[in-house]
């Protein structure tokens, strides 16, 4: 049985730093590319950023870059987001999911495997 459980949400102000974690069992961890999602309330799902399965290759949306770091450690089966200089947009619940590495092109949520249950983030201003 797959699961993938996200961590490290809360409330931070303008400016803070939050990682967060998404621990993963279940799957053989390196062959899937791990993916950060997001979605704001009364928006849709958004692609934040992705980590290929080796994690020599990062992806990230352009309202993120620079300010969040996509990482992954393949011993413990786990994926980081280091999210810094928060802003209240990056208010959302975030979540992680797992794509098998042979799937290429977009990072859309349809093309997802797995999908962990989400952490909230609260940026306030």
């Known amino acids: 049985q797959v699961q993938l459980v996200e961590s490290g949400g809360g409330l931070v102000q303008a400016g803070d730093s939050l990682r967060l974690s998404c621990a993963t069992s279940?799957?053989?961890?390196?062959?899937?590319?791990m993916v950060w999602f997001r979605q704001a309330p009364g928006k849709e799902r958004a692609f934040v950023a992705a980590v290929s399965g080796g994690g020599s290759r990062t992806y990230y949306a352009d309202s993120v870059k620079g300010r969040f770091r996509i990482s992954r450690d393949n011993a413990n089966n786990t994926v980081y987001l280091q999210m810094n200089a928060l802003k209240p947009e990056d208010t959302a619940v975030y979540y992680c999911?797992?794509?098998?590495?042979?799937?290429?092109?977009?990072?859309?949520?349809?093309?997802?495997?797995?999908w962990g249950t989400g952490t909230l983030v609260t940026v306030s201003s």
């Open positions: 999911a797992a794509r098998w590495v042979t799937v290429t092109g977009r990072w859309d949520s349809e093309t997802m495997n797995y």
């Open positions: 279940g799957l053989t961890f390196r062959t899937y590319a």
